[in-house]
């Protein structure tokens, strides 16, 4: 079992920055890739952001492309999302997530064996 807690949401306003957090505990962190997910009021949850077990391979949404950076720390079992020119359709509960398989097509929610139970970002115009 792997327990992951997110921290670091809250309220900012557009162009704004915030970095969340995602602490893992359990099995070895560092076999896992992390992800993070989104899902807005009346949306289905959407890829964000992931990292590859040994933090060489990133992934993003399209929409955040240039504005967030996904880093992993293994000393400390965490994963982050720097978030940097915020936009109000940022605003949304934010899930990390942690993916066992190799090879794993990190964009889709099926791909995690393991998640958080999110930190609201509300972003103000």
């Known amino acids: 079992q792997v327990q992951l807690v997110e921290s670091g949401g809250g309220l900012v306003q557009a162009g704004g920055s915030l970095r969340l957090s995602c602490a893992a505990s359990g099995r070895t962190f560092s076999s896992y890739a992390m992800g993070w997910f989104r899902q807005a009021p009346g949306k289905e949850r959407e890829f964000v952001a992931a990292?590859?077990?040994?933090?060489?391979?990133?992934y993003y949404a399209d929409s955040v492309k240039g504005r967030f950076t996904i880093s992993r720390d293994g000393a400390k079992n965490t994963v982050y999302l720097q978030m940097n020119s915020l936009k109000p359709e940022d605003t949304a509960v934010y899930y990390c997530?942690?993916?066992?398989?190799?090879?794993?097509?990190?964009?889709?929610?099926?791909?995690?064996?393991?998640w958080g139970q999110g930190t609201q970002v509300t972003v103000s115009s």
């Open positions: 997530a942690a993916a066992s398989r190799v090879g794993a097509a990190l964009r889709q929610n099926d791909a995690y064996d393991y």
């Open positions: 990292i590859s077990w040994n933090g060489e391979n990133t």
